[in-house]
């Protein structure tokens, strides 16, 4: 069963314009998330992270938002640049365990020049 | 400072084959990863390393094993390949301080 969920498989976007990807998870002990970026036939790299004490975290361009009670958050990217092109992945932890990641399917943004 | 490194980027193997994944990191950290990605499906975690000489099932451990021969280098290994085995292979590891990991560029694994 999917713990972690982007439901939005691609989304295109103008250059300039805003971008946001959304995630939802369902398992209430997750404490930490993260969104990482992929391009094509690299790994994925970490982008920004926000731990559950918090509901924003801003890093220039990129901005996650946090909704506990919602079990949602997001990645707001502002202003698109063509080069945002990637597949990201939302990804939620708990603090047990190994704190292995749990990852959603991904969404593939195109930034349209 | 290369990060994470793996071998060998692509192979292509026959059923019944066995092969070792290699991997290797240079920034000191305790906890290591292995992950395979499907088409429509995120990372899903093979088997972990929290720290030298300890290893630990994670949600899709069958087929496998791993090795960790050092703080550096985590190694995964397919026995005896399965066509259920071809995926993409990521390897990780975990930087305590920051509370984030560090992904390898990837073995893309076909078995025939």
């Known amino acids: 069963d999917q713990q972690v969920k982007q439901n939005s498989p691609s989304l295109s976007v103008q250059e300039g314009r805003i971008s946001i990807l959304n995630c939802d998870y369902t398992?209430?002990?997750?404490?930490?998330f993260l969104w990482y970026k992929k391009y094509p036939a690299e790994g994925p790299t970490f982008l920004i992270s926000?731990?559950?004490?918090?509901d924003k975290n801003e890093d220039g361009r990129f901005t996650v938002f946090l909704n506990k009670s919602a079990k949602h958050l997001s990645l707001h990217i502002v202003p698109s640049q063509p080069g945002d092109s990637a597949v990201y992945f939302c990804?939620?932890?708990?603090?047990?365990?190994?704190?292995?990641?749990?990852f959603g399917t991904g969404t593939r943004l195109t930034v349209i020049p | 400072n290369a990060g994470v490194t793996q071998t060998p980027k692509f192979q292509v193997l026959k059923t019944g084959q066995s092969m070792t994944l290699q991997c290797a990191q240079d920034m000191n950290h305790n906890s290591m990863y292995w992950y395979r990605q499907d088409p429509g499906m995120g990372l899903r975690l093979i088997y972990y390393?929290?720290?030298?000489?300890?290893?630990d099932k994670g949600e899709v451990p069958n087929g496998y094993n791993v090795s960790r021969l050092n703080k550096r280098e985590f190694s995964l290994r397919l026995e005896s390949a399965a066509p259920s085995q071809t995926s993409v292979y990521f390897c990780?590891?975990?930087?305590?301080?920051?509370?984030?990991?560090?992904f390898g560029p990837g073995t893309r694994l076909t078995v025939l």
């Open positions: 990804a939620a932890r708990t603090q047990t365990g190994a704190n292995n990641l749990f």
């Open positions: 398992n209430s002990m997750f404490d930490y």
């Open positions: 390393s929290a720290s030298e000489g300890t290893t």
């Open positions: 990780a590891s975990r930087d305590g301080l920051r509370d984030t990991q560090y």
């Open positions: 926000i731990s559950s004490i918090k």
